[in-house]
């Protein structure tokens, strides 16, 4: 139904304004007798404006240079309006646009239904436990409410990232996971909406490592350098990097041979005009009808009225006549003898 208002209202007022403006111009130009032939002209100028915007051309024929410069006056403002339509309508189709994001943590707390989930002893937990930033202790306040706080393997799992792409839920993670579990939950086709990252991060940690609490320290060390040497050496990045181009490259042959058959949602802005204009037809149509009975009523009545005025006319002249004759004759009767 937003289709309809793709044309800014100010435009449907400014048009709605010029019509009223010339038809009462065009109904001044006959110069009418009475108030009810200025109104009734009005009603006829109206209708027909109306239907020049669906591209209907004007039953009537105008012969004055000047109703000729008003009609052709109101052809161009709909050529300009029609061209702006089209253009704004090219225009939506092609850039869609952006929904507000959550870019940090302040968005989230102004979204009080979104769930922020964090993995259970992760870094993130660990920061949020400690900040004395408000607004991250209003956040940590919130995951504990909704209990968001779950193991790793809960949140790395499909039902989550789906939660996340319908924007119920928002996962706090480093970049290699979330280019990893995209790139393997969403592999074989797109999904049907977005994935990003915050504009302004909570961490920025290259590259993370899970390891068990009662693990030895030395190897818990051990695994720390390691990590750092991948790190610094740009592997991480690169692995990064070749991911996004393979899951890009899968997504793009697969999707190349298939076509889907077109849906519902995709011409429901057609069938929404086409909606719109049968029931502004038909409402027009039922008022038109309703007028013309009631206007066949008043002048049937106005017709018996009339006969009934000439007929006691013609018995009342019919009735003088008579007795002027009665009294002709009474007057001239002495005189026949």
């Known amino acids: 139904a ?42 006829d100028v109206i209708f027909e404006l109306l239907g020049n915007i669906v591209l209907e051309a004007s039953a009537r024929q105008h ?56 993995i259970r002893g992760s870094t993130f937990e660990e920061v949020f436990t400690r900040s004395p930033r408000k607004d ?77 609490k009662n693990l030895d320290r030395d190897v818990i060390k051990a695994l720390h350098e390691r990590s750092r040497w991948i790190t610094e050496s740009g592997m991480a990045d690169h692995w990064k990097l070749s991911l996004m181009d393979r899951s890009w490259r899968a997504v793009k042959t697969s999707g190349g041979s298939e076509y889907a058959a077109l849906k519902t949602a995709d011409v429901m802005a057609l069938l929404f005009i086409w909606l719109t204009g049968v029931t502004l037809a038909s409402v027009v149509f039922v008022v038109e009808i309703c007028l013309q009975l009631r206007f066949r009523k008043s002048a049937s009545f106005q017709h018996r009225r009339t006969f009934r005025t000439i007929s006691d006319a ?23 003898h």
């Open 2 to 43: 937003g289709q309809l208002g793709m044309v800014a209202r100010n435009i449907w007022v400014l048009l709605a304004g010029i019509s009223l403006f010339l038809a009462v111009l065009l109904a001044l130009q006959g110069k009418p007798r009475s108030a009810r032939t200025f109104w009734k002209r009005c009603y």
């Open 63 to 118: 012969r004055s240079h000047s109703s000729r410069m008003i009609i052709a006056f109101w052809w161009m403002s709909l050529v300009v309006m029609m061209n702006t339509f089209t253009g704004h309508m090219k225009a939506s189709m092609a850039v869609q646009k952006e929904l507000p994001r959550v870019d940090s943590i302040q968005d989230i707390l102004d979204r009080p239904k979104l769930i922020p989930v964090i």
């Open 136 to 212: 991250d202790q209003l956040l940590w306040q919130r995951v504990k409410r909704m209990k968001s706080i779950l193991p790793s393997v809960e949140v790395f799992s499909k039902d989550i990232f789906d939660d996340v792409l319908a924007g119920r839920k928002v996962v706090f993670l480093d970049t290699l996971l979330f280019v990893y579990w995209v790139g393997k939950f969403y592999s074989s086709q797109l999904p049907r909406g977005e994935f990003y990252l915050a504009k302004y991060p909570v961490l920025t940690p290259i590259m993370s490592m899970w390891a068990n």
């Open 314 to 336: 013609t018995i009342t002249r019919s009735a003088v006549a008579t007795t002027a004759t009665v009294e002709c004759v009474i007057v001239a009767s002495p005189y026949l």
